[in-house]
């Protein structure tokens, strides 16, 4: 089972580029990296996922490095509402078991 | 698609009453995941199902803990005897169930309280 490791918390401002870097050095061959986002009272809802390089869709960007051991969620431009818990999962590939783990997660608070 | 939809969306109860969570999946998804939420221990999953079959139920805590799956479209997660330990959001998702890494679709949960 791949663990990952993301800081517990980040602060922005609104405008800038917000970046959290998520740490998987366990990822199996046929894992894939996948990013929620969870605002409070709500559920978890998909943001991005990748298997290497780089991916991008309306909301974030998602880079993966060569050894993939490491992923960095990338979202640009934040406001207010994007403060929220991001989490980063990979894939349980190596065990068969077609269920995902979340981590702790990564607090974002937005400020104006 | 009106998405996965929890209920009740709050439960409050004694200790020792039986709670029964409902949830109704995406049509057409074919996996269905309990997962429990607290501040100590985040999110973890509790059991999941796959073409109504319980497929893995190692995070259930204990014997008090018992879900169903009785068709496609509707699932239960039932705590007898409840305990003040039990409080805490419990989420329901589910995806079409095809491969390991699909996204999960999650409901908006329910708030339990054990008094």
């Known amino acids: 089972l791949a663990k990952t490791t993301q800081p517990i918390s980040m602060d922005s401002y609104e405008g800038q580029e917000v970046n959290i870097t998520c740490s998987h050095n366990?990822?199996?061959?046929?894992?894939?990296i996948t990013w929620y986002q969870q605002f409070p009272s709500q559920g978890p809802r998909f943001i991005i996922q990748?298997?290497?390089t780089k991916v991008t869709n309306e909301v974030a960007s998602l880079f993966i490095p060569a050894d993939r051991k490491s992923s960095t969620l990338s979202l640009p431009r934040v406001s207010l509402s994007d403060t929220a818990v991001y989490y980063c999962?990979?894939?349980?590939?190596?065990?068969?078991?077609?269920?995902?783990?979340f981590g702790s997660g990564t607090r974002l608070q937005v400020q104006p | 698609d009106a998405g996965v939809i929890q209920s009740p969306r709050h439960e409050v109860t004694e200790m020792g009453q039986e709670v029964t969570l409902r949830c109704k999946p995406i049509?057409?998804?074919?996996?269905l995941f309990w997962y429990r939420q607290t501040m100590m221990r985040g999110l973890e999953l509790l059991i999941y199902?796959?073409?109504?079959?319980?497929?893995?139920d190692s995070g259930m805590p204990e014997d008090r803990f018992s879900a169903k799956m009785p068709n496609a479209s509707f699932s239960t997660l039932k705590i007898q005897p409840s305990e003040p330990r039990d409080s805490a959001v419990y989420f329901c998702?589910?995806?079409?169930?095809?491969?390991?890494?699909?996204?999960?679709?999650f409901g908006s949960g329910t708030q339990l309280s054990v008094l």
């Open positions: 998702a589910s995806n079409l169930g095809g491969e390991a890494n699909e996204k999960l679709f």
């Open positions: 199902f796959n073409n109504n079959v319980p497929i893995d």
């Open positions: 990748g298997y290497k």
């Open positions: 366990n990822i199996a061959t046929n894992d894939y």
């Open positions: 999962l990979v894939g349980d590939m190596d065990t068969g078991r077609r269920a995902l783990t």
């Open positions: 049509s057409g998804h074919n996996s």
